[in-house]
């Protein structure tokens, strides 16, 4: 049987990732990140992507039991770029998290995480959810360079101890009775205050302006949000418009899906949205890029698409969902 050798660009689509956990022991790919190693791509022996066999590619081979009863060829592919496990959606006690940012950086460095951005909410001083929040915390122009300095402070310890990136950010949070015109969106690598007073839109405009990725939280459309706690339906109502002014949207919170930005062909994302512990095991974004907060938020600026996973709740570094 004639072996066939894969090329895959990392900044391409790359659809047949497949992880499987129980087979990592029996592979290895030298000079990949810890979850770069899990990447291996699993083909039926008679079948190839590309077929091109350059003859500085040399992929590691191991025979396999097929996922459907067939033989199977492991093949580890030497990417370009690690791929990053990421977080781009979390909260601390900062706003309405359940943990301190210590504890929230040890909860994801100890699962592996590459990535954790802290993305904690920042209201607007008559924000209805103020009025009805049993722990109204918020980040505010007041305490921004506290918070911020704290997530650095955190960035260099997850750094050392876990060889994870921190990254600061803000949830840009506009909540309103009506859920049409309620919406959040997430400013990933944000590093100077931007509030929401004057609305959504011009803390997007002033959030891009400082150089922040911008991802629109949790975009229920209208009949979902009217029976949702986190009712925020603009951006489902409004995304001809407002699509220009985010580079993604969340096509996944925590468990919850929304097709709709499936079939809008829009920019996506998974998060996690994480207030307590049971919200690591959720939907998640890996990023085919390198290490470091430039390059991240880049990549999420740009349209190139990544990869979403749920972990299950299974593993010490939780299992990918088949
Ligand atoms: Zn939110
Ligand atoms: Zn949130």
């Not at 496990?85 to 006690?93: P, S, V």
């Not at 940012?101 to 607007?124: M, S």
């Not at 009025?131 to 310890?157: C, G, I, K, M």
């Not at 409004?238 to 809008?264: C, G, K, M, Q, Y």
Request: hydrophobic fraction near 40%.
């Amino acid at each position: 049987m004639r072996k066939r050798s894969v090329v895959l660009s990392t900044r391409g689509c790359c659809p047949w990732l497949v992880v499987q956990p129980r087979l990592l022991s029996r592979v290895s790919a030298p000079g990949c990140s810890a979850w770069g190693r899990r990447l291996v791509l699993l083909l039926p022996a008679q079948s190839a992507i590309g077929g091109r066999s350059p003859a500085s590619h040399q992929p590691d081979t191991t025979s396999s039991p097929g996922a459907r009863g067939g033989t199977c060829k492991l093949w580890v592919v030497p990417l370009r770029h690690h791929v990053l496990l990421c977080e781009l959606h979390a909260h601390t006690a900062f706003s309405d998290g359940d943990l301190s940012l210590r504890e929230t950086v040890d909860v994801y460095g100890l699962a592996g995480f590459d990535v954790l951005c802290i993305t904690d909410h920042c209201v607007r001083a008559d924000d209805p959810w103020l009025e009805t929040a049993s722990r109204p915390n918020h980040v505010q122009a007041a305490n921004f360079d506290r918070y911020l300095q704290a997530v650095e402070r955190e960035a260099d310890r997850a750094r050392a101890r876990f060889d994870m990136l921190v990254v600061p950010g803000l949830e840009l949070t506009y909540w309103h009775h009506d859920p049409r015109f309620a919406a959040h969106a997430v400013a990933v690598g944000l590093r100077s205050f931007v509030g929401v007073e004057e609305g959504v839109e011009k803390a997007l405009v002033d959030a891009r302006a400082a150089g922040a990725a911008l991802i629109a939280a949790h975009p229920y459309r209208l009949e979902d949000a009217q029976r949702n706690e986190r009712g925020t339906a603009r951006f489902a109502v409004e995304w001809p418009s407002l699509h220009r002014l985010v580079d993604r949207f969340e096509l996944a919170n925590r468990h919850e899906l929304f097709p709709w930005v499936a079939r809008a062909k829009l920019p996506y994302v998974a998060s996690g949205d994480f207030h307590r512990p049971e919200h690591l095991n959720t939907w998640k974004t890996l990023v085919p890029c390198a290490k470091s907060e430039a390059a991240l938020v880049s990549y999420l600026r740009s349209p190139t698409p990544v990869h979403i996973t749920r972990l299950a709740a299974e593993g010490p570094l939780g299992q990918m969902a088949a």
